[in-house]
């Protein structure tokens, strides 16, 4: 096996930001690296997301690589024998047992890319992606441009018929542009609860 440090074990590294801020185009663009370098990487991402090609990651922009897809956290270490580097993309849509399995890829000398939301639309914290972001050796929030204002955007906006989503909606709609918009905290925007607004 390949180590860029060969005197170090694995380590994690967490891409995270809102939507549209490039976070798969730069989980891609380091495994591509890592294969330029002689390792082998794989890509694995939650079978909920099937925005565009269920079997690639494809970012928004439109780079793509080939990716693994899985049910369960449980499903991730029969994957990982004989790579180096490991991506989990939309890592926020696991469940909270991801933690526990992504470190025991780290103890057992992999490196792992997990990528995702940080924020729900609502800004609270996403799935297990705080407990990642404490835990990560690396860490690098992106942001995005604000679909209203054009400032830096580091929130996810959703939009029901094109209005801000109620505050008590659903935490997981997957969609894309037709459904969100990157936005900075000033621009960000949640309707009253569909209770109350009724």
Not at 71 to 94: K, M, N, S
Request: aromatic content about 6%.
């Amino acid at each position: 096996m390949i180590r860029l440090f060969p005197n170090c074990g694995g380590w994690l590294e967490v891409v995270c930001g809102p939507m549209f801020s490039g976070k798969s185009e730069e989980l891609i663009r380091r495994l591509r690296r890592a294969e330029i370098a002689g390792q082998r990487a794989l890509i694995v991402k939650p079978r909920l997301d099937d925005r565009y090609d269920i079997g690639h990651v494809v970012s928004h922009a439109g780079a793509r690589m080939r990716a693994v897809v899985v049910d369960e956290p449980a499903d991730i270490p029969g994957l990982v024998d004989g790579y180096d580097v490991v991506g989990i993309d939309e890592v926020q849509f696991f469940p909270p047992e991801i933690v526990l399995i992504l470190d025991g890829l780290v103890e057992g000398g992999l490196r792992i890319v997990a990528c995702g939301l940080d924020q729900d639309f609502r800004g609270f914290p996403f799935g297990a992606m705080p407990e990642l972001l404490c835990r990560a050796e690396l860490v690098d929030k992106l942001q995005a441009v604000c679909h209203s204002c054009g400032g830096p955007a580091t929130m996810t906006q959703r939009l029901v018929d094109g209005a801000p989503a109620p505050a008590d909606g659903a935490t997981i709609v997957v969609g894309a542009l037709e459904q969100y918009e990157a936005r900075c905290r000033s621009c960000h925007q949640l309707a009253a609860p569909a209770l109350a607004a009724g």
